[in-house]
């Protein structure tokens, strides 16, 4: 057994996408799987890999498009490619009938309704947290504008969500951009600067290509697929996606094990929150991967 570190490997997903994906932590420790959301990468999970990683194999992979994912036609961006892409990193970087925890914030999260039903999931899933996630209504439901609910709102939010504008480099206003829209009024400025570098590094065409994914969401039978224990965890605060599409999680998963809702909190909960997230993996890792590490050691040893 090797120690704490980190491989980086490429998985080849369905329709030939390599998938760029990282394993930090010692081989053979419960396995918890991450898939970050729009416009982020695997450096969102930073705080989670240096909480779990000591004890913990923490995978993670950038989703298509993001980060060194690269995909070589910006068309291809559906629900049903984020299930193809998650199962290809299940299969690449656990053994067959390993079971580990996943987790997923907001697109990652819809990644894990999306491939409920899939064979490599049910194979691999023995537990999920969702964090700050929805299945629909994403874009009508969203506060970013401060509009009255209603089609101009959703109209108008759609049309900044979906822009083609390039973001352009990190400046003091762009930050205060981010934070509004994206994080809690408290957010520690550092914070926010972190949450800007990485968003403002997506590349445009897969910002806009899955911003329209998102807009035309409907992941309600992925939700009812769900059947493994499934945490849900939000921030009262989120414009993205308010705290209601995580109370309307809890209420229609089939084996929900608690709704967690930080007061205070926005959209960006594993950088905003980095504690409570990484908690909840733990706790969802300790009750459904009842081996754990010290053990694996010992049976090796016997062998």
Do not use: N
């Not at 691999?124 to 874009?139: E, F, N, P, W, Y």
């Not at 969203?142 to 609910?149: D, G, I």
């Not at 959703?154 to 934070?179: D, E, H, Q």
């Not at 997506?202 to 769900?226: I, K, N, Q, T, Y």
């Amino acid at each position: 057994m090797s120690g704490a570190g980190v491989r980086e490997l490429t998985a080849v997903s369905a329709d030939g996408a390599r998938i760029h994906a990282e394993v930090h932590g010692p081989e053979g420790a419960p396995a918890v799987v991450l898939s970050h959301g729009w416009t982020c990468s695997t450096l969102f999970w930073a705080a989670q890999i240096d909480a779990l990683a000591p004890d913990h194999r923490v995978v993670v992979y950038d989703q298509r498009g993001h980060g060194r994912t690269h995909v070589a036609d910006p068309r291809g961006y559906t629900t049903d490619l984020l299930a193809d892409d998650l199962e290809a990193v299940l299969a690449a970087t656990l053994a067959p009938g390993e079971r580990a925890v996943l987790g997923g914030h907001s697109m990652g999260g819809m990644t894990m309704m999306a491939a409920a039903g899939r064979p490599g999931f049910r194979e691999h899933a023995a537990a999920v947290l969702l964090c700050s996630t929805g299945s629909s209504r994403l874009i009508a439901e969203s506060t970013v504008l401060p509009l009255r609910a209603g089609r101009l709102r959703t109209r108008l939010t759609g049309a900044v969500l979906g822009a083609r504008a390039p973001l352009g480099p990190v400046t003091p206003v762009s930050r205060r951009i981010l934070k509004y829209a994206t994080m809690g009024p408290g957010s520690a400025p550092d914070r926010v600067a972190e949450c800007a570098r990485i968003v403002h590094a997506c590349p445009r065409a897969a910002r806009v290509g899955w911003s329209h994914v998102l807009a035309g969401l409907d992941l309600g039978a992925g939700v009812r697929e769900l059947t493994v224990p499934t945490a849900v965890i939000a921030g009262t605060a989120d414009r993205l996606t308010p705290v209601v599409h995580a109370r309307e999680l809890a209420a229609a998963l089939p084996d929900c094990h608690g709704l967690t809702e930080l007061v205070g909190v926005g959209h960006m909960t594993p950088v905003e929150a980095p504690g409570e997230v990484s908690t909840l993996l733990r706790e969802l890792a300790a009750a459904h991967l009842p081996v754990d590490l010290a053990d694996r050691v010992e049976k090796e040893k016997a062998v």
